[in-house]
């Protein structure tokens, strides 16, 4: 079973020549032997929205411990998690690493606590989701067309295939019956790019590209964010085996993430007790042997969800499986053991007393740099950004090129602009 990709999965929304500058000797066939979908993600590998997720949260912040997880490192796993999904199920491997690695570039300073200040502050609305497409089709710059205020951006100018494995969330802002929608892949005025890229589309349902993503992004929350959680000292799985404190976790989990029930969740724990290499990880000492048995854990773990996934999808897909073919299917027992390890991942943190008072903090920082763009701008933009304003039409349109700033910068960019508000020198946390 191998997907088909044909000429609308390749095409790009503004078409380039070759390159200009290649040496090639007379009668060589010329290029690199890439194909479209490779070039795809190289182009996300080099951006600038890629790069600054080294400086922007993931659980905890990037500068928190000797080896963090930011949102880039994660972002890495995702990609790499998806591709062994793609391959398995014989899709396009550098389209689901590509999806893997841009899942997460839409995401402002603090991560999901900056996406809801964002939100929360603009009347334009912000969503990490549709932060991503605006930054593949428009922020990140590569292809430009025209001149002055005529000029276009198209991003990265990615394939169609491409941005179709990136919408996790195929949908606007605003439904057709006028509602909002809690989660959205894009803006309502980005609402003409998201009808070029779901062509062929006969639902909502994301391409399985993206279906491989989504759920490559939680195994990598589960079990990447445990490990972490374990060598920080955060995290101790010994609360597999305290049936209390697992209890409440449970109810804890089934409430955050949905789809399980609690006692779905318990009977994960039951099958996670079972695995020698969770036993292990479970005694983490910090010696030589401690940091093997947890990698040996996530190892195993990770083969143990991807093999599982990929298996259970090839049997319920007798078909074809391509961009608009098929279905991903996660066993019941991996959605329960994956989202019982993500309520592990995250609660220790997110219920510290610490962490909610460091998160309001956070906050506070997006409204003063709201604010200052805001009462500053154009000249408080950086220089990318004032063309945006500059064609800008309305006072939403100026607003959303502010959200937009904002969103780009790293955690370390926007302290340093919330210290430049303030009128502080050498501004400190």
């Known amino acids: 079973m191998s997907a088909v990709y044909g000429p609308q999965d390749w095409q790009r929304r503004f078409e380039e020549g070759p390159k200009g500058s290649q040496l090639v000797t007379p009668g060589g066939l010329g290029g690199d032997g890439r194909g479209p979908f490779a070039r795809d993600r190289a182009r996300v590998l080099h951006s600038a929205a890629l790069r600054r997720l080294a400086d922007k949260t993931q659980v905890v912040g990037p500068h928190d411990g000797d080896t963090p997880r930011t949102r880039l490192t994660h972002s890495l796993e995702v990609a790499q998690i998806a591709r062994g999904i793609g391959q398995g199920l014989g899709l396009d491997a550098d389209l689901c690493e590509m999806a893997g690695l841009t899942h997460d570039i839409g995401h402002?300073?603090?991560?999901?606590?900056?996406?809801?200040?964002?939100?929360?502050?603009?009347?334009?609305?912000?969503?990490?989701?549709?932060?991503?497409?605006?930054?593949?089709?428009?922020?990140?710059?590569?292809?430009?067309?025209?001149?002055?205020?005529?000029?276009?951006?198209?991003?990265?100018?990615?394939?169609r295939a491409a941005l179709d494995a990136a919408c996790k969330y195929p949908r606007t802002r605003t439904a057709a019956d006028g509602q909002v929608n809690r989660k959205y892949g894009c803006y309502d005025e980005d609402a003409e790019i998201l009808s070029w890229i779901r062509q062929g589309h006969s639902d909502e349902r994301p391409s399985m590209e993206a279906q491989a993503m989504d759920f490559s992004d939680d195994i990598a929350y589960s079990v990447h964010d445990v490990e972490d959680g374990i060598v920080s000292g955060r995290i101790n799985l010994s609360v597999l085996w305290d049936f209390v404190?697992?209890?409440?976790?449970?109810?804890?989990?089934?409430?955050a993430f949905g789809g399980v029930t609690p006692e779905q969740l318990i009977a994960a724990a039951d099958g996670l007790r079972e695995l020698q290499v969770v036993g292990r990880a479970a005694d983490f000492d910090a010696t030589l042997t401690g940091f093997v048995n947890v990698k040996a854990m996530t190892s195993e773990l990770v083969g143990r969800y991807v093999g599982a996934v990929v298996e259970a999808t090839r049997q319920a897909n007798s078909g074809q499986i391509g961009r608009i073919q098929g279905n991903l299917v996660v066993?019941?027992?991996?959605?329960?053991?994956?989202?019982?390890?993500?309520?592990?991942?995250?609660?220790?943190?997110?219920?510290?007393?610490?962490?909610?008072?460091?998160?309001?903090?956070?906050?506070?920082?997006?409204?003063?740099?709201?604010?200052?763009?805001?009462?500053g701008a154009p000249g408080a933009l950086d220089p990318m950004f004032r063309l945006w304003w500059e064609q800008a039409?309305?006072?939403?349109?100026?607003?959303?090129?502010?959200?937009?700033?904002?969103?780009?910068?790293?955690?370390?960019?926007?302290?340093?602009?919330?210290?430049?508000?303030?009128?502080?020198?050498g501004y400190i946390t």
Do not use: W
């Not at 009347?123 to 989701?129: I, Q, R, V, W």
């Not at 404190?245 to 409430?255: N, T």
């Not at 993500?342 to 709201?370: C, E, F, G, S």
């Open 393 to 425: 039409n309305t006072d939403l349109e100026r607003e959303r090129v502010v959200v937009d700033q904002i969103a780009s910068m790293t955690e370390s960019r926007l302290e340093r602009l919330v210290g430049q508000a303030a009128g502080l020198v």
């Open 245 to 255: 404190e697992l209890a409440e976790l449970a109810d804890k989990g089934a409430r």
């Open 108 to 159: 402002p300073p603090y991560g999901h606590n900056g996406e809801k200040a964002l939100d929360q502050i603009s009347d334009c609305g912000f969503e990490g989701n549709a932060q991503t497409l605006r930054i593949l089709t428009r922020l990140e710059p590569k292809v430009l067309v025209g001149k002055g205020l005529e000029a276009e951006s198209f991003g990265l100018n990615l394939t």
């Open 331 to 375: 066993p019941e027992q991996v959605l329960a053991e994956v989202t019982l390890l993500k309520t592990i991942a995250v609660l220790y943190v997110m219920d510290n007393p610490i962490h909610l008072q460091r998160q309001d903090h956070q906050r506070d920082r997006i409204a003063i740099a709201y604010e200052y763009l805001m009462g």
